[in-house]
């Protein structure tokens, strides 16, 4: 290999999962200066992705002969297994994996333990941050795994991200991203509480987000899904009702795994099922803020 053909072998890296998350990563490597090699099973966002720059695989085996180091930005478990398998399947020298989705650990450490017996690294490394975060690389990683592996995927992290945090041993990087999880479910339904308390006081909804995103009860969810509770507008997904049922549930067989009460957490459960139930599925999470308008009577103009 020539070495102007190495040094582009080295600036590659494959994202495989090209959905709002895994989209935004491919999205700033690229502007970051990476060769980046994609592959997600939607030909939408294949075909949104090769606008961007991003060069398309055929599937993740011929991505991962792309690319030494490789992104799965993914919605279920079972995706990810299948992912992990293919590229153990390859005959390829060792990849370093760096999984970004929200999963349980066991489902990480079956991945895990597929690609380790072909030669191959997956480190747990969830993002900390929404889509529209993502967008901009306002993302935390809490990275865990072989540390060598992390401080060689560092360059790629940064990409895509403000800070990275090498958490320690495999699967501390779920259990972070769940404590974090726990507290942005939580907080998002305290600021539908609060928006729709204040609404049903007849005070307006810019007004409350003005108040209260420049004083103590202010928090990043609050600031990132309040514009959303304002306008009444949740089509433009940041994380999806749908995919953040998944999360909810992984967290909260953590928390009863490890015989944790969660009384707040819990009080959320059934806000977030309302969701669902009244056609918010591929909505905002900041949706529940509709669903505590209905159950308090709050009435306002439909938007357009």
């Not at 349980?104 to 991945?111: L, V």
């Not at 944790?260 to 009080?267: C, D, R």
């Amino acid at each position: 290999m020539s070495p102007a053909k190495a040094k582009k072998k080295n600036k590659t890296v494959g994202v495989v999962g090209l959905g709002i998350m895994g989209g935004a990563f491919a999205r700033n490597l690229v502007a970051a200066g990476w060769r980046v090699v994609g592959y997600d099973i939607d030909a939408a966002r294949r075909k949104e992705m090769i606008k961007a720059g991003v060069e398309i695989a055929r599937d993740a085996k011929a991505l991962a002969a792309e690319a030494p180091i490789i992104i799965t930005s993914l919605p279920k478990p079972a995706a990810l297994i299948a992912t992990a398998k293919a590229i153990g399947a390859t005959d390829l020298p060792r990849r370093i994996v760096i999984e970004a989705s929200t999963f349980t650990i066991d489902d990480k450490e079956k991945a895990e333990r597929a690609l380790r017996a072909a030669g191959h690294v997956l480190l747990d490394c969830p993002v900390s941050g929404t889509g529209s975060q993502a967008k901009t690389g306002d993302l935390v990683i809490y990275a865990s795994g072989d540390p060598k592996a992390i401080a060689k995927v560092k360059p790629v992290l940064a990409g895509f991200s403000r800070k990275t945090y090498d958490v320690g041993k495999f699967g501390n990087g779920s259990r972070m991203k769940y404590v974090a999880n726990l507290l942005v479910a939580i907080n998002n339904v305290a600021s539908a509480e609060a928006m729709v308390l204040g609404m049903k006081a007849g005070l307006d909804p810019k007004t409350i987000f003005e108040m209260i995103s420049n004083g103590a009860g202010n928090s990043r969810v609050f600031e990132l899904r309040a514009p959303m509770m304002v306008k009444n507008q949740y089509d433009q997904a940041t994380m999806k009702c749908s995919v953040w049922q998944k999360d909810m549930d992984v967290i909260g067989a953590f928390a009863k795994k490890l015989k944790v009460p969660t009384p707040l957490f819990s009080a959320t459960l059934p806000i977030y099922a309302a969701a669902l139930k009244s056609g918010h599925a591929n909505d905002d999470t900041a949706a529940v803020c509709a669903v505590l308008e209905a159950k308090a009577g709050v009435k306002r103009r439909k938007r357009r």
